[in-house]
């Protein structure tokens, strides 16, 4: 069974406008790490944003922001502000528990900005 | 910081040679990780190494991958004998376990086997 899961295999975005990038997961454990990975054409991965599932409030950076809905098992990215350099792949990404450190990656959804 | 350090940056070799693809981690970083990537697959976790010990192996493919990390400034990744459905990117990514924060991912190896 698939523990991550983007459902938008790509976008199409208006310049300076908001965008969401839908993610759910599934995991039994209590204890669990999400992330958010921007990989641009050039093809280096980008560590975004992380949201621990003990933590109170979203995580933010700049103009990321991660809506953790715990209940719903959801953790969309959201992108304020769009700009043209935002097109890119990306990935949600789980780590399970605290006991290891590997973690799982979703498909990815391609953002493309249009000017 | 020089960053998660990965060479050969693109690989072309012919079916049924040896590969080696190299990663030296950030300084300081105990865990090590070595992904692949494709267009039908995704990213998949093949090994991951903490304090130089195989932890996870689970992903690897079949028995003509191998992956050793002889200590903790350098890891290899070997395919003998490789094949055209080996072709993909290869990423090397370390982290300092008990953060649980995001991994440093390398450039990766972009390997064609033909």
């Known amino acids: 069974a698939q523990k991550i899961t983007q459902t938008q295999p790509g976008m199409f975005v208006q310049e300076k406008e908001a965008v969401t990038l839908d993610c759910t997961y599934d995991t039994s454990d209590p204890s669990y790490g999400l992330f958010w990975y921007k990989q641009p054409s050039s093809g280096e991965m980008i560590f975004l944003i992380y949201?621990?599932?003990?933590?109170?409030q979203n995580a933010t950076e700049g103009r990321y922001s991660l809506n953790f809905q715990k209940a719903r098992k959801s953790a969309n990215l959201v992108i304020s502000a769009s700009q043209l350099g935002d097109s890119a792949m990306y990935f949600c990404a789980m780590r399970e528990g605290n006991r290891d450190d590997k973690i799982i990656f979703g498909k990815g959804t391609r953002l493309h900005i249009l000017p | 910081d020089a960053g998660v350090i990965q060479s050969p940056r693109h690989e072309v070799t012919e079916m049924g040679q040896e590969v080696t693809l190299r990663c030296k981690p950030i300084?300081?970083?105990?865990?090590l990780f070595w992904y692949r990537q494709t267009m039908m697959r995704g990213l998949e976790l093949l090994i991951y190494f903490n304090n130089n010990v195989p932890i996870d192996d689970s992903g690897m493919p079949e028995d003509r991958f191998s992956a050793k990390m002889p200590n903790a400034s350098f890891s290899t990744l070997k395919i003998q004998p490789s094949e055209p459905r080996d072709s993909a990117v290869y990423f090397c990514?370390?982290?300092?376990?008990?953060?649980?924060?995001?991994?440093?991912f390398g450039s990766g190896t972009r390997l064609t086997v033909v």
């Open positions: 990514a370390s982290s300092f376990r008990g953060t649980g924060k995001g991994y440093t």
């Open positions: 949201q621990g599932s003990y933590d109170q």
């Open positions: 300084s300081g970083h105990n865990s």
